[in-house]
Structures are given as C-alpha cells and as structure tokens.
C-alpha cells in the first residue's frame, strides 16, 4: 500500500472523529449532512482506486450487523426514525465513516491480526457505550459483550484481508 505523510493520516482520523461526534450527538439529519459530505471529500480527495467498493460493502455489513443486533432486542433507540426499519441513519452512517479509515490512518494496524482483533474487542464496544449515552439510545445489557466479539473478528479478518492484498501488491 502506497505510504502517505504523518500528517495526512492524523487528518484522516480526525475526519473520523468528527463525523462520528457530528453524527452521535447531531442524530440523522446532520449524519446525512455532515456523514455525507466526509464520505464524498473522501472519496473524491482521499479514496484509493476501488476504495469505494470497500466503503459501500462495509456499509451494508453495518446494516445488516446493527440491524440484526436491533432486531434481536440488542438496541432501543427510543422512537427514533429507523432505515429499512433497522437502524438511525446517524448510527449507520458511522460503518461507512470507519471505513475510511482502513487504508488510511489504521494500514499499520492490519499488519498485527491479534493486536487488531484486541482493539477492535476493546475499542469498537466502547464507542457503541460512549455512543448510546451521547444518544440517548438504550443498550441490552449482552450488547456490549457481543459488540466485542463482533469487532475481534472484524478487526481481525480486515487484518488478514490487507494482509493477503498487501502481498498481492508487492508480487
């Protein structure tokens, strides 16, 4: 994967963190906003050729994931409008928002499978709990520990996937 300056990667991680902010504490309307208008600076200033696909796959992974997760009693978002039924736009958008970050300010990561499965088991049910009180949303008390396991494997299964195209690419 091509490197890219400290300082490039720093502003990739903070895009992140601002919309994830912007769209927990803003609720819908500024995630179609201000989650919309990150992912198009992404894609159009940032994105590696074909990044896009994994971007948009990760997004429909979040839905049906959280979706799931919602459908079994996981989340109760308190009467807030839902799409498709499964989840708040604000919450969906931060699945596509993480993907940005894949090639980008977290590529060193992925080189080390189990330290990626332990930050991804740490750090995603974190933001699910940081995220659901800023939220307002009410979370089943097995959520959080099945949110571990979900982003170990994730994390994860990212890590041996950039593994095997890193490979690929300095064939």
């Given amino acids: 994967m091509a490197s890219r300056s400290w300082q490039t990667l720093l502003l990739n991680a903070l895009r992140f963190e601002a919309g994830w902010l912007l769209c927990v504490v803003g609720g ?6 201000a989650g919309g208008g990150l992912l198009a600076w992404h894609l159009w200033r940032c994105a ?3 990044e896009w696909r994994f971007i948009a796959g990760f997004a429909l992974l979040g839905l ?10 996981g989340f109760d978002f308190n009467g807030q409008t839902l799409v498709l039924g499964l989840l708040p736009l604000w919450l969906w958008m931060l699945w596509p928002l993480f993907a940005t970050l894949v090639y980008h300010s977290l590529a060193w990561l ?3 499978p189990l330290i990626a499965a332990l930050c991804g088991a740490v750090s ?11 939220s307002e949303v009410s979370l089943a008390a097995w959520l959080l520990p099945v949110q571990s396991l979900i982003w170990a494997v ?4 990212i890590s041996l996937y950039y593994l095997r195209i890193s490979k690929r690419h300095t064939q």
Wanted: neutral net charge; glycine residues 28%; hydrophobic residues 45%.
């Fill in 124 to 134: 995603g049910p974190l933001s699910y709990y940081g995220g659901a009180l800023l």
């Fill in 48 to 50: 590696l050729s074909g």
């Fill in 64 to 73: 049906v994931i959280d979706g799931g997760l919602h459908l079994l009693g």
């Fill in 110 to 112: 992925w080189r080390y």
């Fill in 154 to 157: 994730l994390c994860g299964g």
């Fill in 28 to 33: 819908s309307g500024v995630a179609a906003l």
